[in-house]
């Protein structure tokens, strides 16, 4: 994984403006089924298929002005053609040269709280983006010389095979 690929991914995505996704558990309050039910009509049969696996999953969707937005995640269309909600972590690798206490002070620094060290890779993390986008947050970030990369946590259905 490199910067440039991300940034490539990431300049691909599209917001969703008309949808905001709750996640099951959280409860929705006038949930507005005839916008979904256009949202729905606008999509491609990929983020449509999606968007039915969320509902199925118990995920809700409704659109930003009847939405808490402090527990909602915006959704948007990937490059792909799938749907991808945004959450409110990211996996960022940086420098090797950063031992563990100038990882805490970076993390600090920049807003972040570290959830786990990731172990597939030396200095890479799960951090939290502490309410800021995760998108402008890793894009950010990836302007960084000491970050290899940083690549928002997407929630995203599993693709049949």
Not at 25 to 53: F, I, P, T, W, Y
Not at 140 to 152: D, G, I, K, M
């Amino acid at each position: 994984m490199d910067k440039t690929t991300i940034l490539r991914r990431l300049a691909k995505l599209q917001r969703v403006e008309t949808l905001r996704a709750l996640p099951p558990g959280v409860a929705a309050v006038n949930v507005n089924a005839n916008n979904l039910g256009k949202s729905m009509r606008d999509m491609s049969g990929n983020a449509r298929s999606d968007l039915e696996s969320f509902l199925g999953a118990g995920w809700t969707f409704n659109v930003p002005e009847e939405t808490n937005l402090d527990q909602a995640l915006e959704v948007f269309l990937g490059g792909d053609g799938h749907l991808k909600l945004l959450g409110r972590t990211l996996v960022v690798k940086i420098s090797e040269d950063l031992d563990g206490v100038a990882v805490n002070a970076w993390l600090k620094r920049n807003g972040l709280t570290l959830r786990r060290k990731l172990g597939f890779a030396a200095n890479t993390f799960l951090v939290d983006t502490s309410g800021m986008s995760a998108l402008n947050v890793a894009q950010t970030l990836n302007e960084l010389p000491e970050v290899h990369y940083a690549e928002p946590n997407f929630i995203e259905p599993i693709q049949s095979r």
